[in-house]
């Protein structure tokens, strides 16, 4: 009987430090393994396990310090006005203009200087440091 009490028993998930430290210490296992490690799986009626990704990717990016929800002006919370997508398209004179929401999100000063790199299908911009 204490068998079947310990399996009925409903494990309380990971949270925070103790949530991160215990996904180091499965890196090499799936994501959905991950989740029924760290106590994000229930099991139904039916002896079903079923695992709740979304509420453990969500108790991870807390755990990490990340907040999809910000309401900070940086982040685009403020009302009106365009935000930034991170998408940009080559104008009709063949330039890329890429926007002050972005050089401003960097503290990017008028003068700042970049490298270009251009890959197969990619353009990388790596700050030039002063001398």
């Known amino acids: 009987m204490s068998n079947k009490i310990a399996k009925n028993a409903k494990k309380t998930p990971l949270e925070g430090e103790e ?11 799936s994501r959905e393994d991950k989740a029924k490690a760290c106590g994000y799986s229930t099991v139904t009626k039916d002896g079903v396990e079923r695992v709740n990704l979304m509420r453990f990717l969500n ?5 990490q310090g990340i907040d999809l929800d910000s309401q900070d ?3 685009g919370g403020r009302r009106g006005g365009r935000t930034a997508s991170y998408r940009i398209a080559v104008q009709s004179n063949g330039n890329l203009l890429i926007g002050s929401a972005y050089t401003k999100r960097l503290a990017v000063e008028p003068g700042t200087e970049f490298e270009i790199i251009l890959g197969k299908r990619y353009i990388k911009l790596t700050q030039v440091d002063s001398i």
């Open 73 to 75: 002006e940086t982040e």
């Open 19 to 29: 949530l991160l430290l215990k996904i180091q210490d499965l890196r090499d296992k």
């Open 59 to 63: 108790a991870l990016m807390e755990a």
